[in-house]
């Protein structure tokens, strides 16, 4: 039996085949995954309310600054999307962080929320509800079908690419056409 290699810290990329309409064109960041399943969060998929609005259901009380108040909350997935999860730029305050890779961390603590309200946060930030998660051996049979490509997640992409441009700027990354791609490629 072949070692499962760890997709931890790497970017799934739909592939334009991938007709799922959650899915359709979606940029996936692994958080985790081992031999039990996977969890991500889709970064490039807006939910329906802003930042402002995601912390007035928090805090009325909250003042939330001019310059993250408009800032889209992602649709991170369609497991528990009642549920919050940031993807954050390192920064040592915030022990309730797991950190991920050398620059990124993730924390469903509230009080993150409150920092960031106050432009006391970390620099980068990326607020999600819900995830995407795969039971043990799902997520791999998914890429044999050819559903996803994978990547070594971008910290340029994650945090400063505006989200309609992720997906696109993540597929030049990986330097291949994948609209030549064919749905079966690479499976005799």
């Known amino acids: 039996m072949?070692?499962?290699k760890s997709l931890q810290n790497h970017f799934l990329v739909a592939m334009p085949s991938l007709d799922d309409p959650y899915f359709s064109r979606?940029?996936?960041?692994?958080?985790e995954h081992n031999a039990e399943g996977?969890?991500?969060i889709v970064v490039n998929q807006p939910s329906t309310m802003n930042?402002?609005?995601?912390?007035e259901q928090t805090d009325k009380e909250l003042d939330v600054s001019d310059d993250k108040a408009e800032q889209i909350v992602l649709a991170g997935g369609p497991v528990s999307q009642e549920r919050g999860f940031v993807l954050h730029s390192s920064q040592k305050a915030w022990a309730s962080s797991?950190?991920?890779a050398p620059g990124i961390m993730v924390t469903t603590s509230k009080d993150?929320?409150?920092a960031i309200?106050?432009?006391e946060g970390p620099e980068d930030v990326?607020?999600?509800?819900?995830?995407a998660g795969w039971t043990a051996g799902q997520l791999e049979k998914e890429m044999q079908e050819n559903a996803w490509l994978t990547i070594e997640a971008d910290e340029d992409i994650l945090f400063n690419t505006p989200m309609h441009k992720k997906w696109q700027a993540t597929v030049n990354k990986l330097g291949v056409d994948v609209w030549q791609l064919a749905p079966g490629a690479g499976h005799a």
């Open 117 to 119: 309200a106050n432009d």
């Open 26 to 31: 979606s940029l996936i960041y692994i958080c």
């Open 98 to 100: 797991l950190k991920l």
């Open 126 to 131: 990326l607020i999600a509800l819900g995830y």
């Open 2 to 4: 072949t070692e499962l």
């Open 38 to 40: 996977a969890m991500g």
């Open 51 to 55: 930042v402002k609005q995601l912390l």
């Open 112 to 114: 993150i929320l409150t």
